[in-house]
Every structure is written in structure tokens, then in C-alpha cells.
């Protein structure tokens, strides 16, 4: 596996009243990232592992602070890039460091844990 950092994918722009429409009447169509997709437009950076075929295997999505506010794949969410079955465009990748991409992760699930808690307590 290789790990790599980018910033391509990040100026996607909030749904409008229309795209927001559309969902409501496709209600019934499975989404591919329901509880993420409305945080993709807050994405400035992206982080993935990548297998040998250079495939995305996992993702992260970083706000402008660096925290991690979304991932995939992840429960019901397949994620952005893991689920386009491209390879990525070796000329807007930076590699990382495999601990990098690890540690976010575990920060990502530990604030999703932290989330889920506060939402059965109230």
C-alpha cells in the first residue's frame, strides 16, 4: 500500500435548492454516502491509501483545519474516491507517510465514537 495526499476533488460546492430537491424526490434511491456527502464541499484535503493497481482502497477528507470530517469506506459510506474505481492522477499526489494516514484515522474514528455517544445521551 502507498499513501498519498492531495488537494484535487476539494472545490466541490455545497447542494442547492435544486440538487437538494432532486435528493428529496429520489429518496428511495440508495445514497452512496449518506451521512458524508453534505461535508464534501468542506473537504481542502484529501488523504488515501492506494493499492498496487493504484486504486483507492481507503479515504479521508480533512477540513481547512486538518481534522478529519469524513472517510471512506465507512459503515453505510462508501467514500468519494473508493468508490470510483479510478486510478489516481500520479501528478497531484504527495506521498505520505503510512503513520500519517493511520493516526488520522484512528483520530477520525475516535471523534465519530465521540459523536455517536453524544447523540444517544441527549
Not at 101 to 119: C, K, N, Y
Request: no cysteine.
Amino acid at each position: 500500500m502507498r499513501y498519498y495526499s492531495t488537494t484535487l476533488g476539494t472545490n466541490l460546492k455545497p447542494a442547492d435548492w435544486r440538487m437538494k430537491l432532486v435528493y428529496a424526490l429520489l429518496w428511495f434511491i440508495p445514497r452512496t454516502n449518506p451521512d458524508f456527502e453534505v461535508h464534501f464541499s468542506s473537504i481542502r484535503r484529501w488523504y488515501l491509501e492506494v493499492d498496487d493497481a493504484e486504486l483507492p482502497v481507503r479515504e479521508l477528507g480533512l477540513d481547512g483545519n486538518g481534522t478529519p470530517i469524513t472517510a471512506g469506506p465507512w459503515e453505510r459510506n462508501f467514500g468519494f474516491w473508493t468508490d470510483s474505481g479510478e486510478p489516481l492522477p500520479q501528478d497531484r499526489l504527495e506521498e505520505i507517510d503510512r503513520t500519517e494516514f493511520e493516526t488520522m484515522w484512528q483520530r477520525f474514528a475516535r471523534l465519530r465514537a465521540d459523536i455517536t455517544h453524544v447523540s444517544h445521551v441527549a
